[in-house]
């Protein structure tokens, strides 16, 4: 009988759910860093749990999401249009200024045509499933976002995964491939735990040489690096040479939603044919309008990508004198490695106790021994709140050993 019961208990479908301990024993030791509400914000300082800090793990890359001039612009699409579109693009959910935005993202990016999404996620995940079918290959770096990962595992094409980077992986692979078969290779332009660019120009290179099309999610990129905040193709010059751009409006453009930007007649049959966009509600008309002034103000102030890439030359060097691992970070996206998830965890809750707020990343995410605080950086943040950040993490490096006061470091 108690086999019986044994046995039925595992075959509820919510067992999982209910051995799930993971996240209360963390809890538990007071070290849990997940799901922290905010309770006021001006983007650079906020509040959690009655502290004031300095938060140095936002996506908030341009400092726009206190804007008085993004706010404003939401306000009054409020005004005018109500809260929400109720129903997709597809039918009744196209406002006139989903068809702006989508003509000026366009323009901006130097493609032919653009489409939006409700979400970054639905971005990816909706227009790979739609491109790649039955008779293609997807080439995927390992380290690409989940969102890609999962828009390939949803599609019908055959996926293929190369180590982080690997050039020399990949065109093994493609050399492999079936010559008959559609080939697309997949990257994050920017990648979201390492802060490092993808190989754009040899990318490029391995899809002419192959006849594989080339697809770039730059969510961290857009509006962060590149000719006038273009991207990563754009840091090369290799803009052209990219068949599908993606980005998302949740990090440098301060609200939420996502676009992909092609040729033409790619673009309209990912319109028409993407789940994603078909059967979902679209783009409120607060967050349309709060992108559309966003990309007016990343074209008309040019300083602010430049003190972004002053702010994160200044803390990559800085963190790296202290004796910190920031691995190859070429971004305002610099992680710090600490090691094993506890050690994480309590440097994460020393740090915060410090005055500064950053991400612990832990694995999936990161792999085995290699967990990090990932920081990211504002170009709103002041040189004060800079040196305040490197003056915590080097109290709390040295408290736990992870680095020594000769600047070295007890990670690899």
Known sequence: MADKKTSAKNSDIFSKAYNFRKADEVKEAGLFPYFKPLEATDGTIVEIEGHRVIMAGSNNYLGLTNDPRTIKAAQDALTKYGTGCTGSRYLNGTLDSHLELEEKLAEFMGKEACVLFSTGYQTNEGSIQ???????????DKDNHACIVVGTLVSNAKTVRYQH??????EKLLQRADPDSGKIIIT???????????????LVDL???????????????????GDGGRGSASVFGLTDKVDLISGTFSKSFASLGGFLVGDKPVIEFIRHNS?????SASMPPANVATVLKALEILQEEPWRLERLEEIANYMRKELKNLGFNVWNSQSPIIPVVIGEMMDCFRFWKDLFEEGVYANAVVPPAVPRGQSLLRTSYMASHTDEHLDQI???FR???????????NGHSGVE
């Open 395 to 405: 109290k709390v490096g040295l408290k736990h050993g992870i680095i020594d006061r």
């Open 390 to 392: 490197l003056e915590a």
């Open 207 to 225: 899809a002419q040489k192959y006849n594989a099309r080339l697809y770039l999610d730059d969510a961290h990129a857009v509006g962060v690096v």
């Open 188 to 202: 994050d332009g920017v990648f979201s735990m390492s802060g490092t660019l993808a190989n754009v120009p040899k």
């Open 275 to 279: 789940p994603a966009h078909i059967f």
């Open 130 to 140: 739609t491109i790649a079918g039955r008779n293609d290959i997807i080439f995927s």
């Open 165 to 170: 980077n690997d050039m020399d992986q990949l």
